[in-house]
């Protein structure tokens, strides 16, 4: 692909076309300063949705048949085509995001990074789990058939783009790359909070489809100014999964539809977690200031706008008080930064409001600086833990630089840890012997979490083997499942048998001779 | 465990106790006769649900961390003790369920192999895809952290006995078998139908438990008068997963119940399939006379009381006179035979009755013997492919000895194909020629079934690693999981990663060394 600088249209990708269009427009916003940015982005018509389906569904005939190979190069041609536009993406990023360059730039890393991994792993094709069992006719009392199965892809899938990820979670991230990946067509629902960035990673995927010759269909990116053009796609009979990341709220929208379908369907989502971070006492005698300047960090990080965000610390009963005073100083001298848009700003204030209202919470440490227009102001309040475990509610996230501060005996700890609901994380730090004697803590902390962390904090998520970013309910929709590392890829498909079929039907992956030199279980 | 004779009390198990239960009894009554059975069975009250999903809760602290060999064992014992109550079971199940002796003896042998086939998996232990990425501290731009990930148990899980298999899908069936495999405990709501082998087997469950030193509530057996029981079970926030294999009707309501909790949870469903065979001409020209027998069995085994029975066949236009004729001769001949229970068989009725009004269907031949109380006759109709195409309802499924032939063109029968409900099974007769010319018609049943039969038939299910006991909706619930075969487990966990860990901490399959000897991803 040539070198290019995007003209942005504001319309939405059907197939290799674009659309002509709705009468009506959205703007994005920048954050700040509430300018309109151009262009108006115009919503997709019901005709047009119609239509990306449609031929969705006739290019995953097509697709699903495609080797790992022929997918593979796609996936890295789309990410060789993100490099070429990295300069468009950064300088239209920041207007629509308030994301600062290098975030940006690295995460346009990850997100050409993720694309390759999962072209790696279906270049070399073993994660299909290959299961071959040889005929054994002479098997009494029955003889044992031919059988054989491997994962298929699931069909055409919508992803919504993230608000807090426009890159690594939006039209080319972790659930578009994982799909295709699979073998399943991709309809993207676009984030009014960045469309520009959308369409130029759009017109990345769209362009290279063609050059690698793939069907159309492989690829539609729509624009809708409000939920109705999403709820529309997963209503649809053609869709078969939904890969999502957001808030509860929206998440748990499409969980209902989903349900409510005549054919339900799996639902993806990330969406809410609070993360809780454990200090021992002694973990604290360690070094209070290292800690308390490494929890100041991964709080404030990105204004606080990252699903893996601490938002919950425990800590011991006698134990912590130069944590928070050294804590107090930080946040009191911290700036408010700007966040992603409007609305998540207001929903940090309306959300950090309700805790602050609730029965015995105090105000810690609020930052002390002037808060302009979307910006989010860091705060800590601290709750007795008895009124933490009276009120549910005190679980409710609240997405930006704020955390909740929980001091108690470790029974009332373990109590407390076990009446969570589900998280993406939970860390504890401490010494051997007192993990070793907080065993069951530990255990707890197992039962209600994707990722354990010890003696560190959860931002900051490794794009790897072994990681899990998942977790029981409402941290995600279905905890069985990761949205980060190649074992994402099975978010979307499904194991299927053969059965005495003569080996020139079969796909290559489960024919005699392993033509694919795949890892396969054979007996 | 001594060899017993099981005496039938009648009531449910919490943990180790006997429930008192409630004032609502439930007979068991015989197919055919209609005689009521001793002992009355007394529905648990709500206290007792309550009572056996704490038990159920508490065990889940210690049996999930138990080791692969300790749940192993567990699992053996409950198979060692089927055998030695299996005259009891023989005598009770052709009582109550009119199954045969040899189906039953069968059935025990199939219910003991899964239960073997998972001690096996748990015990060799590698299932749990144990995933090690060692710490690179001096990897730049940023250190990458110790992560270990592995496969981990939901919680306590529910099961529904299932109508058609009281054994095998039953108390200590497979899931039973594959979430107590998983670590889970199990909390068993009984079937009506067959509340005396649920108590026989329950009774072993329960005494080797206790013999296995497991904690009391890893294992509950619940008898209800009606779905509420069940439905309170479901509903409850203690229980993580559901396993159910029955009715359509029956598993969607617990779709609908466990999507609506405040934390919604897995049900993996069996529901409904119609299980298509397509007879390509080829194929009928190598031989009709031993297609149409095989068929006929298949279609009346069991009194076609599986969910993987032949409900539907296509047929090349221009062939298959013969194969038809030689069919309604077989039908005819035929004898009606008695079914699971009456319920069973009034809605055999209903369903035939609502095909034979359907637009342009026309019986083409029936069981001319006597039809007793409770009996099913085999029937066989036939219908013009566009009215077919035309009538979603002709999918329902007929659960009994019922088919429905359909004549088209390749390329009708594709279209008909492509608008099929999701099955268990699809299956296709040709010649090598014939299947290699029509690999999109193959691609295309791919895409409706999760088990493809190349010249065979679907009934026989074969418990092994490449099986795949599942398929897209309605055919289950989830079609990204099988309900036979090892891979069954994974229903019922979810992976975990362990970020940072000191060695002493990590589960056994984690720690350095490989203290279990299990295969793992390990960099």
Redesign the interface.
Known sequence: MDCMTTELLGKSMIGWSRSEGSEVFAHAVQPGSGAQLEPAYVCATDEEVERALSLASFA??DYS?RSGKERASFLRAIADGIEMVIEDIVARGQLETALPEPRLRGESGRTTGQLRMFADLIEEGSWVDA???HAQPDRQP?P??D???MQ?P??PVAVFCAANFPLAYSVAGGDTASALAAGCPVTVIAHEAHPGCAEIIGHVVQKVAQQCGMPEGVFSLLYGGGPKVGQAVVRHPII?AVGFTGSRAGGSAL??IA?RRE????VFAEMSSINPVIFLKGALARGEKALVEAFFVSLTLGVGQFCTNPGLVFLEEGSGDAFLTMLKDLVEASSAGLMLHAGICENYKKTTEATAAANGVEILAACKTHVGADEAAPVVFQVDIEDFIANPNLQAEMFGPATLVVRGSIEKIHEAVTRL??QLTASIHGT?EE??AN??L??AL??R????????FPT?V?V?????H?G???AT??????SVGP?AI?RF??????????N??LPAELQEGNPLGIQR?E?
């Open positions: 995953f005939g048949q299961r071959i069992e029955l044992k058939p059988l054989r199965s298929r699931l069909g078969q969980m209902e349900a054919q339900p369907i799996p609901e589900g051997d993990l070793a065993a069951d530990v255990a197992q039962g979490a994707g990722r354990l962390i010890c003696n560190g900051g490794e790897c083997s072994s990681m899990v998942g029981p309910f409402p929709s279905d905890g069985r499942t990761t074992l099975l498909t499904r194991p299927v048998a053969w059965q005495g079929f003569p020139a039907v279980y007996v």
